[in-house]
């Protein structure tokens, strides 16, 4: 190993939500045969770490797990429902460093819809505002983009940006984490429409981490109309998920989950460095599947920066030189698209967005 790494730990795959686009609640782990203390301490020193679930806050015992972790990694963000205010409030007065970042998927109709959790909405609007009242910085919503809430999509992110919180995006992914899901956009233009508003939002702010985040928004209308990453992906070899059961994986985007060891019967360097390890790097610098994930983005944005740099300075350059603003069809498979060169229905048989 060389530095530190970028860790997502699964502690649970047990979820009190419904969501549309997820169908993990239908497999869940068993408690007993999750995560334990031992297998925690056996991780690497990592400069951040994602705690993850199905809901991590099912887990009674998610502050013992988070005391652990705090002793090996420099971040700590907690993505959550926000359902469970009590435990969450009393988890981050322990640790008021750690992140925490709220699945919300619009405006209260359409996310208790989308989410399946009766009263979601008020229940983590609540707990954000709880927090920001307790003083906890590193709060904000996650929101997955699909045809349903995406005009919604910029009102919420105003609704972040009058509180001083963090607004993530994510889109329609198809993977084995999902389990069984036959995620697609379909109407593409839409959806890639509300993404440009929300670029041209943060390109106009005064704010350098909004405009990195444009450019992640960027990339997700790249991923909806299947096209290849704009960055390269390094996931297994400076970046891991690891699950309830102690499998460690490169990432939760394959087809099929790619187990790189065990972690429960393993040290760290025996896994790490295994032929297990080796094989499935291999695999993932020949995949295909061109995922646009904030997991696997977000070390690959820093790790080549000049990339969304460059992006960045000319579109600010551009918004504030000659006043023109982002738009969608820089990107010629959009142009394509709406000049009819490109149907939906090569779009629907090649793209990533849709199981195969």
Known sequence: MKGKLNGTVIVTYRCNARCTMCNRYKNPSEPEKELTLETIRKLPPMYFTNITGG?????TDLPDIVRELSKISDRIVISTNGYFTER????CKEFPNVGIRISIEGLEKTNNEIRGLEDGFNRGYTTLKRLAEMGVEDIGFGMTVQDKNASELVELYKI???LGMEFAT??????????ETKNIIHDRPAVAQCFEDLINKMLNSNSPKKWFRAYFNHGLINYIYGQKRLLPCDMAFDTFFIDPFGDVMPCNGTRENEVMGNLNVQTWEELWNSER???VRKKVRCCNRACWMIGSVSPAMHK????????VFHHRFLRFYKRKK???FENKIVSDYRDGKVTKEMLDAS???ECK
């Open 55 to 59: 809901e991590p806050f099912i887990r």
């Open 88 to 91: 969450i409030e009393a988890l």
């Open 160 to 162: 972040s940006d009058e």
């Open 170 to 179: 994510a889109s329609l992914h198809n993977s084995f984490y999902f389990v």
């Open 277 to 279: 390890a080796k094989q």
């Open 304 to 311: 080549y920066i000049w990339k969304p740099l460059l992006w």
């Open 326 to 328: 982002y738009s969608m």
């Open 351 to 353: 793209s990533t967005c």
